[in-house]
């Protein structure tokens, strides 16, 4: 096959990933019943974040035999309701749930167990179930589709990519840091490119894309970025997602990954940063908003949570049920949801693992339906079952009254000593030596190299 | 200067080989593929410990401490001495630096290929040790054998070990990472036809397998469990290590793992759906050569259907920046190696940073991203310019007078299976009215930014 059949198949399958630009021409927000003020930030923890260890099921004493070393106890823990706690690592994420506008969403996932991280997160991406279902785009993705977004910036990823979860909608972008983003071509190089990618019609939206994202970007860049946030990549994915929505540049969705969860070995070591990183981003991002967080969701998934047993490294290996959290102005907070199915062994799922009883796809069609005015939702939650909404989230249009809540009280930075390696320091080498010579010559070059 | 001679359909494909088994072509490769022939090339590139390097290793000991010291000078000098993060920038670099400058080409790309089938990123100080000596000990010398041997020296390896952490699975309480990931990302893949209970039984088999200093190997048979276990259908006795070996000859030679790493080798150098026939030939090979990595490479290039592939692969960002420092033959010095490792930093492919077990992604879908060209567009703009001095090409091209000719001299570097006419007349067009001492890298900036040099 050569690429002109590539086109022709893709043209025939409806596999082109590529919307044209008009699309963006076309006005937003008109498909029926929908709330074009109301955006969704989802958040994605990969690896499978332990929610044993993120909301702590005390009630539950099976918790502590199962955990016999990990198991947060009722002393450390910060109490939620008479049943459940959070990590005391937590503290903001206890601030927003006190608030009224962080939810808890226990025991959910996938209904079918997978426990490879790919094709989990696959699973959830494509807001299918089980996995025959594929359809190769995302959810989001197909429901921003619906919505019409009308502007360069209503969907994107604050990362290098554009994740599964967005893909087939040809208007998402990857901004990865927006202050990183400037093209920096003179006016006569644009428009050869423009003209030469015009003849590629596999990379020309991304071609168009480029310009018109930098073009848009220039207002966002110039707001200036939110204080309190921690010093790390979730830190900053949040405060651009907040200079998006504060600049007015027509945010609907904005996409976000966080990773460090998959805690084989010594999960105690990293675990209290993880969700304390988390939790002060979150309050953070929710200072940051202002106003604009009354018509804001942040939904937080993970692939799958973990093995009840802690096994002998002081760890915990993949499991199936976990947690899921939602925050915003529109959230019916401070509660736990959905019903605990207990971690006695005959409750367990395969006899190992937290049973699910929320399908992940109930919260996004609750939050769809109820946030986001969405009425459709089989088309975008592929062999979705529905069951009654559990009332997470508030009617539109009932916003509550946003009081000031204290920043976070951000932890120190520890220095580990071993700096990240795209802060590579080149001066240290010296000046480089030569290496012309590793080219071979040009005339009869293959005589020099083969001996 | 003339017009260059049409290129014959056979030379074509012949630069086509050059595309997909080097990090890009440019004048000297054009030439060599032309005069070795098509064939003539992939048997030169696929020994590489017969071609001279030019100096380039020794060359990167001079200014990379680290490279060459051993697991007890290495430990030594990163924890006692306090020089952490030397080695890892050392590695980073020499990989950078030798996929652009190594005449061995192949070798670094699938050098490049394991790395990603073995993923490990460095996201600990203790992996700053282990991943290098992994690299260069373990990894390397087994680029072109047999897949079983690297299998082996991957599970055996301290940095594998440490970091799906096998070093800490015990009879009590085994560890399930490794065994998941050896079957769903290294041999079988995901519907290779394990199960879980496969997964815990293999964890079971791999216990007591663990490091010892400083960067060691070492079977811990205290910590083995010594029960009877069952793995894929068959009952494996209690022996201790020879278990785990065992059962990885057994997953090395598995029809499974023949698919999966056809699939992958045919996804890498030829397009990211290879079509059935194709993988059934390479699978074939694979399984008939006992798994060598040599042969089921040779065949897999040699398929008259791969050969008349024309260019579906979109370039990787570590592809496409070390394509035009290539094309450019560009000297290696501060500003090229910078702008190099800066728009890999903006395109996310820094080698051994990959988060996930599965290695960066290889297909289109993941890297055709706007972040991703806004990379691209400024690497090509910017580093004709930067690098003008410094590029053979550029001033090979700058002592010419006339437009055509430096047209002709671009093309014989950046596009030597040729300019579209489309393409001739659209430099013409946009560079007639720029002083003639800016021609030349204006025109390289077009080339390299162009669709065209985004596909292999």
Redesign the interface.
């Known amino acids: ?3 002109r059949e ?1 086109m022709k198949w893709m043209a025939l399958s409806g596999a082109t ?1 590529s919307a044209p630009g008009w699309v963006w021409a076309m006005g937003e927000g008109n498909s029926a019943g929908s709330n074009p003020g109301e955006r969704l930030i989802m958040l994605f923890l ?2 499978g974040a332990d929610g044993l260890t993120l909301v702590p099921p005390l009630g539950d004493s099976a918790y502590f035999d199962q955990r016999p070393t990990l198991a947060v106890s009722e002393a450390d823990a910060l109490p939620l309701d008479t049943y459940f706690g959070l990590h005391p690592s937590a503290g903001s994420l206890k601030t927003l749930f006190d608030a009224g506008e962080l939810a808890v969403i226990q025991a959910a996932g996938t209904t079918t167990a997978e ?5 989990a997160q696959a699973i959830m991406e494509q807001g299918i179930d089980p996995q025959d279902l594929a359809t190769g785009d995302g959810w989001l993705g197909r429901y921003l589709a619906t919505i019409n977004g009308g502007r360069p910036l209503s969907a994107v ?1 604050l ?4 994740p599964l979860s967005m ?1 087939g909608l040809g208007s998402a ?4 840091e927006i202050d ?7 006016t ?2 644009r ?3 423009t ?3 015009g ?2 019609p ?2 020309e939206p ?2 168009n ?2 310009f018109d ?2 073009q848009a970007l220039g207002p966002v860049q110039s707001f200036a970025p939110g204080s309190g946030y921690p010093t790390s990549e979730l830190g900053t994915a949040l405060s651009d997602a907040a200079r998006l929505i504060k600049s007015g540049s027509g945010l609907k969705a904005a996409a976000i990954n966080t ?2 969860w ?1 805690t ?2 010594r999960q105690d070591d990293d675990i209290g940063n993880l969700i304390g990183g988390l939790g002060d981003a979150l309050l953070a991002f929710r200072n940051d908003l202002g106003s604009e967080w009354g018509n804001t969701t942040v939904l937080v998934k993970t692939e799958f949570g973990r093995r009840v047993y ?4 002081a ?1 915990t ?2 499991g199936h049920g976990g947690v899921m959290m939602v925050a915003g102005g529109g959230v019916n907070g401070g509660q736990v949801y959905g019903s605990w199915p207990g971690l006695n062994a005959s409750a367990l799922s ?1 006899g190992q693992d937290l049973a699910v009883t929320t399908d992940y796809r109930q919260v996004i069609a609750e939050m769809l339906s109820v946030r986001f005015g969405q009425t459709d939702l089989n088309d975008i939650l592929a062999g979705w079952q529905p069951q009654d909404w559990q009332g997470i989230f508030r009617p539109i249009g009932e916003s509550p009254v946003l009081s000031a809540l204290a920043a976070p009280s951000l932890a120190p930075q520890q220095g ?7 802060a ?3 001066s ?19 005589q ?4 | 200067m003339a017009e260059l001679a049409p290129v014959t359909e056979q030379l074509k494909e012949a630069l086509r080989l050059v595309e997909r088994t080097t990090y890009g072509g440019n004048r000297q490769w054009a030439d060599i593929v032309e005069s070795l022939g098509y064939e003539g090339f992939l048997d030169w590139q696929l020994q590489p410990q017969e071609i001279d390097d030019g100096g380039l290793e020794d060359l990167l000991a001079s200014f990379l401490p680290t490279l060459n010291m051993d697991a007890a000078e290495l430990y030594d000098y990163t924890i006692n001495q306090r020089n952490f993060g030397d080695s890892t920038r050392d590695l980073t670099l020499a990989t950078l630096i030798r996929q652009i400058y190594s005449p061995r080409q192949l070798f670094e790309r699938m050098v490049e290929f394991w790395t990603d089938h073995f993923n490990i990123p460095i996201n600990s100080g203790a992996l700053g040790i282990f991943k290098p000596l992994e690299d260069r000990d373990m990894l390397r010398p087994r680029v072109f054998g047999r897949f079983e041997d690297l299998l082996m020296g991957s599970a055996k390896s301290p940095a594998m070990l440490y970091y799906l952490d096998n070093f800490a699975s015990t009879a009590e309480g085994p560890n399930e990472n490794y065994a998941r990931e050896m079957f769903e990302l290294h041999t079988l893949g995901v519907d290779g036809g394990y199960t879980e209970e496969d997964i815990k039984e293999t964890a079971r088999v791999f216990t007591g397998w663990s490091i010892r200093e400083p960067a060691e190997f070492n079977f811990y048979w205290q910590l083995h469990d010594y029960g009877t276990k069952t793995v894929l259908g068959e009952t494996i006795q209690p022996a201790g290590i020879s278990e785990g070996e065992n059962l990885l000859r057994r997953v090395a030679a598995h029809e499974s793992t023949a698919r999966f790493i056809a699939t992958k080798l045919a996804r890498r150098f030829v397009a990211d759906l290879p079509e059935p026939a194709v993988v059934d030939a390479v699978a074939q090979s694979f399984l008939d050569s006992g798994g060598d990595i040599r042969t089921t490479l040779k065949t897999l290039l040699m398929l008259p259907e791969v050969r008349a592939t024309l260019p579906l692969k979109l370039k990787r960002p570590i592809e496409y920046s070390a394509a035009m420092l290539r094309g450019l033959e560009v000297d290696l010095n501060q500003t090229s190696l910078s702008g190099h490792y800066q728009s890999l930093v903006a395109g996310g492919q820094i080698p051994f940073t990959w988060p996930a077990p599965n290695g960066f992604p290889d297909q289109r879908s993941y890297w055709q991203s706007s972040n991703g060209f806004l990379m691209r567009f400024n690497q090509a703009a910017q580093l004709p310019g930067q690098t003008l001095e410094s590029s053979t090409l550029l001033q090979d091209a700058a002592a010419l007078g006339g437009l055509d000719d430096q047209i002709n001299l671009l093309e014989s570097g950046l596009r030597p299976q040729g300019l579209s006419s489309d393409e001739r007349g659209l430099l013409k067009r946009y560079s007639r009215r720029l002083p003639a001492s800016k021609r030349a890298t204006a025109m390289a900036s077009w080339l390299l930014g162009g669709p065209e040099a985004q596909w292999r």
């Not at chain 1, 972008?173 to 990865?176: D, K, N, P, V």
């Not at chain 1, 080498?429 to 080219?439: E, N, T, Y």
């Open positions: 096959m050569n690429r590539l990933a990969r690896g426990r490879s991280h790919f094709e990823a990362d290098v990519a554009v893909a972008l990857a901004l990865g990183q983003f400037s093209l920096q071509l003179d006569r190089t428009l050869i490119l003209e030469m990618y003849k590629d596999l990379l991304t071609a894309a480029v994202a930098a990773g460090g998959d084989h070995e802690e096994n002998a490294s760890g290996d993949h395969d580990s000593g071993f700096g990240p390696a795209n590579l320091d080149f240290a080498i010296g000046p480089l030596p030569r290496l012309q010579s590793a080219f071979p010559n040009t005339t009869n070059g293959q020099r190299l083969i001996r």
